[in-house]
C-alpha cells in the first residue's frame, strides 16, 4: 500500500486526457486524479461521469488553486500548452506535457526555464516508446545483429484525416488548423525523433525536410520527410503521411552485417545477415523476430517512473535535456522544409 499518494489534475479533459492519460494514471500505484479542468461544457460533463471522485473545473486559476493537486497534466490542444504549463510552474506544481512542450524552441527553453528556476519536475509524455515494432528493432540493435549500424528509416504511412480523433464535442477539426498548432510535425515528429534518438543517440550535424500540405488541411502540413545526418556519417530518415493508401515498412534498418525490415507492429521483423563462409563467398541467413506483446495501457512504464521520479526514487525517463533535444530537432525540420535547404541543428 502506497502511503504518499500524489494528486494529479488533468488540464484537456477530450479524448487524449480521457482515453490515454486517464487508464495510465489508475494503473500507476501512488497517482490519484484529483481533478480536472476543461472549457468544453459536454467534456466536463463527460468527465464527470469517468471521474466520480474528481472535482471538474472550467476555470484553470481556481483548478490551479487546488491544493490537493501537487501534478498537472497537460492534454489540450498543442498551440495553448505554453500558457498553461507556465501557469501550472507559476502555481507551484509539477508538470507533465503532452507532446510538444510548446510551438517551437524559444517556448520550450521559457518553459524548461522556469521549471528549473521553480525546482518543479517536468517531463513530457512519450507513450509509443513502448510500440512492439520499436521494442522488437530495440532488441535486435541491443544484440549486433546486424554490425555495425549505417542506416535507419522510420515510416509511418496511412491515409487519415485525424478528423475522427479529437473529442468532437470540442473542435474537430483543431489538427487541420493552423491556429491550434495542428500539422505531423507537431503531432508526430516529438514521437518519431524520441524514437530515433534511443536508437541512434549520437550527435547530428545537419537536416533535409520536406512537407506536403494536402488532401486534408490547406493550412497545415499533412505529409513530412526528414533526413537526418550525424556527424559520424549515420543517416536517420523519418517519415509520416496521411495522404497515401499504400503502405510503407513501417523500419528498415541496414547494418554492416545485414539488415532489418519490420512491415508493421504486428511484426514478425526479418533480419538477413551476410556471413562469410571463405574468403570472396558470402552466405545470406534469414531469421525471424516475433515482436512482442503490447503494453496495456501503452505509457504505464512512463507514469510508474513519473510516479518514482516525484518519489526522488528514480530519475526521469524524459528529462529536460532531452525534451530541448528533439524541439531542437522538430524546429531544424520546420527551417529546413521552409527554406528548402540543409540546415544545422541546434543542439
Request: aromatic share 6%; with cysteine; charged share 25%.
Amino acid at each position: 500500500m502506497v502511503n504518499d499518494m500524489i494528486g494529479v489534475g488533468i488540464v484537456g479533459l477530450g479524448k487524449s486526457g480521457l482515453e490515454i492519460h486517464v487508464p495510465c494514471i489508475e494503473a500507476t500505484e501512488g497517482l490519484e486524479i484529483v481533478a480536472g479542468c476543461d472549457t468544453t461544457p459536454a467534456r466536463r460533463e463527460i468527465a464527470s461521469s469517468r471521474l466520480p471522485n474528481a472535482r471538474i473545473f472550467s476555470d484553470l486559476d481556481t483548478f490551479l488553486s487546488d491544493e490537493q493537486i501537487r501534478l498537472v497534466v497537460i492534454s489540450t490542444p498543442t498551440a495553448s500548452h505554453e500558457t498553461i504549463a507556465l501557469q501550472a510552474l507559476a502555481a507551484e506544481k509539477d508538470l507533465l506535457v503532452d507532446k510538444p512542450l510548446a510551438l517551437d524552441l524559444p517556448g520550450t527553453a521559457r518553459i524548461l526555464q522556469t521549471a528549473e528556476k521553480s525546482g518543479r519536475l517536468l517531463s513530457l509524455f512519450q507513450n509509443r516508446r513502448w510500440e512492439p515494432g520499436f521494442a522488437c528493432i530495440q532488441k535486435i540493435l541491443s544484440e549486433n545483429v546486424v554490425g555495425k549500424v549505417l542506416g535507419i528509416e522510420s515510416r509511418r504511412m496511412k491515409y487519415d484525416s485525424t478528423l475522427a480523433y479529437p473529442a468532437q464535442e470540442y473542435r474537430p477539426t483543431w489538427r487541420q488548423e493552423k491556429a491550434y498548432g495542428g500539422g505531423v510535425i507537431y503531432d508526430c515528429v516529438p514521437h518519431d525523433i524520441d524514437q530515433l534518438l534511443l536508437l541512434a543517440p549520437g550527435p547530428i550535424a545537419t537536416v533535409y525536410a520536406e512537407t506536403k500540405i494536402a488532401v486534408w488541411s490547406d493550412e497545415v502540413e499533412t505529409a513530412y520527410f526528414a533526413s537526418l545526418m550525424y556527424e559520424d556519417g549515420l543517416n536517420v530518415k523519418a517519415e509520416n503521411s496521411r495522404i497515401t493508401p499504400h503502405h510503407f515498412p513501417r523500419w528498415y534498418v541496414i547494418g554492416q552485417e545485414g539488415s532489418i525490415l519490420l512491415e508493421s507492429d504486428i511484426g514478425p521483423a526479418v533480419v538477413r545477415r551476410i556471413v562469410a563462409k571463405t574468403q570472396g563467398i558470402r552466405e545470406q541467413i534469414e531469421i525471424e523476430y516475433p515482436v512482442p506483446d503490447r503494453i496495456v495501457p501503452e505509457g504505464i512504464l512512463f507514469y510508474r517512473n513519473l510516479y518514482a521520479a516525484l518519489q526522488k526514487q528514480e530519475p526521469l525517463m524524459v528529462p529536460p535535456a532531452h525534451i530541448r533535444r528533439v524541439m531542437a530537432i522538430m524546429e531544424a525540420i520546420r527551417q529546413s522544409a521552409f527554406s528548402k535547404l540543409v540546415v544545422n541543428v541546434n543542439e
